[in-house]
């Protein structure tokens, strides 16, 4: 069997990434297209033999690649950012073939971005620093010191938007990657790979892992060489981690789930506010920060309703590939049976569906809003990652606030309001690591970016990446050089 794969027209490699050569393993897995659940190739099924081989790969890298000065650590940043460029169309199919998001959001939008990831942390780290200070006449210096071998491990639902977020970062702050994609989308951190050794990434710097996460995930995240875990996915996974962890006391982020709210206030632009509500289908559903639940003020929710569905109705679901298309696949025939038994129990239990609520033919769902679901239950509790939303109505702004935060997730919440007063009094009560006034998913890289309760652990962004990536340490220094006892 061939180890590299054609996709849409890409040659990829299906083996790993470690110390600068391709690596298989003796088995592999399927990777299937969500478009069409057709078999897009058989990917290296990694063990903890080649997790520990990446592993040891990035500890041999690391002391020189810490030590390569800033400025050609960020000149290489932008090389791998010149090389994603190139490349926007290639990977943009491929990511979309691969899980079945927009192929018009991918070339505009997210492979843009994706090169963005590399500029900015390459910029940012040339202007990182703490002024030093005194102490009675004693200097301190604060000095940004590379951590060591990272493991990154990332999900299936913005594959190398996710991976990139953190692999940039990781790399600029001077460690070494082990990247671990998910292995229902393991293609573009491959081409990943490709586009970083071109750029004249050193060997052993970013080393990729195929595989699934049940089988080579502890040899990563126990390993006592891994200096920093960084992980986006489910709660269930992050525990493990977390308990795997432990012995090492290995430093964890930890970016996860979501069950975010839209309050619609009456004061709201009614139009802004359909738009708001209806732009969470994206990706079909499957985005951490999408806000699930609709929570409208009493007075507006018939009309805000009956806005809603006529503007859902209008939304083309088919192909990721079509230019006309909104709404794709997704990823798996798992999630979709997942998505369908959310929905299912929900109608169970007295939730009536206002608009979609069935399969459609292949991997697709069409896009649902539930009403008559009580704060309590399952499917305002727990994340679907599907088009599948719910709408709950409230009479005063603290009824509003409490149902906001009555979720054991807080990740994000999205108000729609005309009152600024109204927008800063709530934000202030909400709890949520990310809070849009009158929009939605405007995401600068310098922002903090994370979640409280069960969304998350930590912040990374800007400055908080760095201060997740590296190991900071004081210097202090006497007076003029020497001890003044
Ligand atoms: O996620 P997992 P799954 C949520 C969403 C979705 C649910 C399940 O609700 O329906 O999670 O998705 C790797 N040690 N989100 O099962 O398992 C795995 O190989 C180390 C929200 O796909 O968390 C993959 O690379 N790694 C979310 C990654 O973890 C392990 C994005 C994510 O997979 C591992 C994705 C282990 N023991 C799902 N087991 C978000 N926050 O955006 C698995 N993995």
Not at 330 to 355: C, M, N, P, W, Y
Request: with cysteine; hydrophobic share 45%; charged share 20%.
């Amino acid at each position: 069997m061939s180890d590299l794969i054609t996709v849409a027209g890409v040659s990829v490699d299906t083996r790993h990434w470690i110390g600068g050569r391709r690596v298989a393993s003796a088995d592999t897995f399927a990777d299937l297209s969500p478009i069409d659940e057709s078999v897009l190739g058989e990917i290296a099924r990694g063990t903890p033999v080649e997790a520990a081989a990446a592993v040891a790969a990035a500890k041999a890298a690391f002391p020189g690649w810490a030590a390569t000065p800033r400025a050609e650590r960020a000149r290489i940043l932008h090389a791998i950012a010149d090389g994603v460029e190139k490349r926007i169309e290639e990977l943009a199919i491929v990511e979309t073939t691969d899980n079945g998001a927009l192929l018009r959001s991918h070339r505009r939008g997210v492979m843009p971005r994706v090169a963005h990831n590399f500029r900015f942390f390459a910029d940012w780290l040339l202007r990182l620093d703490h002024e030093d200070f005194e102490t009675r006449g004693h200097t301190n210096h604060v000095s940004w010191d590379p951590a060591g071998p990272s493991v990154l491990i990332t999900p299936w639902n913005a594959p190398l938007m996710l991976a990139t977020w953190k692999v940039a970062p990781a790399l600029a702050a001077g460690n070494t990657v082990i990247l671990k994609p998910a292995e229902w989308s393991p293609l573009t951190a491959s081409l990943l790979a490709d586009i970083a050794a071109q750029a004249g990434l050193p060997a052993g710097v970013l080393n990729v892992v195929q595989g699934y996460g049940a089988e080579i995930g502890d040899a990563l995240t126990s390993h006592p060489d891994a200096r920093r875990i960084s992980f986006t996915g489910s709660v269930p996974t992050a525990r493990r981690i977390a308990a795997s962890a432990a012995p090492n006391l290995t430093p964890l982020s930890l970016e996860l789930g979501g069950k975010s709210p839209l309050l619609v206030f009456a004061d709201a632009d009614m139009d802004l506010a359909v738009d708001l509500a209806v732009e969470q289908y994206d990706n079909a559903g499957q985005v951490c920060l999408a806000a699930t639940r609709i929570l409208v003020e009493e007075p507006v929710a018939e009309e805000f309703t009956r806005r809603f569905v006529e503007k859902t109705a209008r939304l083309k679901q088919g192909d990721p590939r079509e230019e006309a298309t909104d709404i794709g696949p997704s990823i798996h025939s798992r999630q979709l049976e997942k998505i369908d038994g959310f929905v299912r129990r929900a109608v169970e239990t007295g939730a009536r569906v206002v608009i979609g609520g069935y399969r459609k033919e292949g991997q697709y769902y069409a896009p649902t809003l539930l009403t008559d679901v009580a704060q309590d239950s399952e499917i305002v509790q727990e994340e679907v990652f599907g088009p599948v939303l719910t709408l709950q109505t409230f009479a005063t702004e603290e009824e509003a606030v409490h149902l906001a935060n009555g979720t054991r997730f807080g990740l994000a919440a999205t108000l729609a309001t005309g009152d600024h007063e109204r927008a800063e009094r709530v934000s202030a009560q909400l709890v949520a690591g990310t809070v849009w006034v009158n929009c939605f998913f405007v995401r600068d890289l310098q922002a903090p970016f994370g979640g409280s309760r069960l969304s998350g652990v930590g912040r990374e962004g800007g400055t908080w990446s760095f201060d997740f990536y590296c190991d900071l340490k004081n210097t202090v220094t006497a007076p003029n050089g020497w001890n003044n006892h």
